[in-house]
């Protein structure tokens, strides 16, 4: 697991796993997974956990409004 960078780059492989805080953010090529919580606290540390989280959120935006075939949905495999 490493740190986000400036340059996340949403649905774009399968191997982006980082923390913000405790919430553990996972990039993948249909979907980005967010598991856990954050403290977005009134104080420098919560502030950077604030922007982090806006980066993820940013670069998840800008990559679906790109995609000019958006499905209306798509099916996640369930885990047996």
């Not at 191997?15 to 553990?24: A, E, G, P, Q, R």
């Not at 249909?30 to 009134?42: A, F, P, W």
Request: hydrophobic share 40%.
């Amino acid at each position: 697991m490493s740190s986000i960078t400036k340059s996340f780059m949403a649905y774009e492989n399968e191997t982006d796993s980082f923390l913000i805080d405790n919430l553990t953010v996972e990039n993948r090529l249909d979907r980005i997974s967010l598991h856990g919580s954050v403290e977005i606290t009134k104080d420098i540390a919560g502030l950077e956990h604030a922007l982090k989280l806006k980066r993820v959120i940013d670069a998840s935006i800008e990559a679906l409004k790109r995609d000019k075939q958006l499905p209306e949905r798509i099916q996640i495999p369930t885990c047996l």
